[in-house]
């Protein structure tokens, strides 16, 4: 066992991991990027996936996957952010909401996305030891992250959904920090969509000749 692995304190009578508090820390400070739409998000989010993964794996299989998940769509934003999405008036992201089109594509996605991989987890029950919740983990947060990469407001909506069954999921498994972190979560994604709720409505959206679709 390393040290992040070992336990750091105690909190209200819950056992704080070392990997699970820094990965989380590292979280949050993602998601305040996030919210200032600064590229650096994708990296800090990177970062945060690698420590979580460590913290997860073996244990919670569907919450280890979404931490791979987190790191490969990290670099597909980081890509995203940087050479293919438009920038608002103040050179940075520009936000906007999804097409109805769009809205249907995802949901559609995160429908047949969750039932194929709870399938896969009940198939071969080693992968995770709550086939349901942890498929709705794994593909929303494919979900949510393909968002913010293309900078949907819906991207807040979708991270909302995930945490209402990600909390709850940390706590009962022992990563109390995770949960505790969550609903700090809960508030920053709350600030973050009326922000850029509100963007929406200022940032023009320029196509980019050879932007991605």
């Known amino acids: 066992m390393n040290w992040l692995d070992s336990e750091a304190f105690v909190l209200f009578g819950q056992h704080i991991i070392w990997s699970d ?47 791979v998940v987190v790191m490969a769509v990290a670099l597909y934003g980081w890509w995203q952010w940087q050479r293919g999405t438009a920038r608002a008036a103040d050179g940075k992201v520009a936000v906007r909401f ?68 990600g909390v709850p999921l940390n706590f009962a498994n022992g990563y109390a920090f995770s949960g505790f972190v969550y609903v700090i979560y809960g508030a920053l994604v709350l600030w973050g969509m009326r922000d850029w709720w509100l963007r929406s409505r200022r940032d023009s959206r320029p196509v980019l000749e050879g932007a991605p679709a």
Do not use: C
Request: glycine share 10%; hydrophobic share 60%.
């Open 98 to 165: 999804a097409t109805w089109t769009e809205r249907a594509a995802m949901a559609a996605a995160a429908a047949a996305g969750t039932v194929a991989v709870a399938l896969l987890f009940k198939a071969y029950p080693s992968l995770s030891w709550d086939a349901w919740p942890d498929a709705y983990i794994f593909v929303g947060t494919v979900v949510a992250m393909y968002a913010q990469a293309r900078g949907m407001v819906e991207f807040w909506f979708a991270w909302l959904l995930v945490d209402l069954v």
């Open 21 to 67: 508090m820094v990965g989380n820390i590292l979280g949050l400070t993602a998601l305040a990027l996030g919210f200032r739409r600064s590229l650096w998000t994708w990296p800090v989010q990177f970062l945060s996936g690698l420590v979580l993964f460590g913290a997860f794996y073996g244990h919670l299989t569907g919450s280890a996957g979404k931490q």
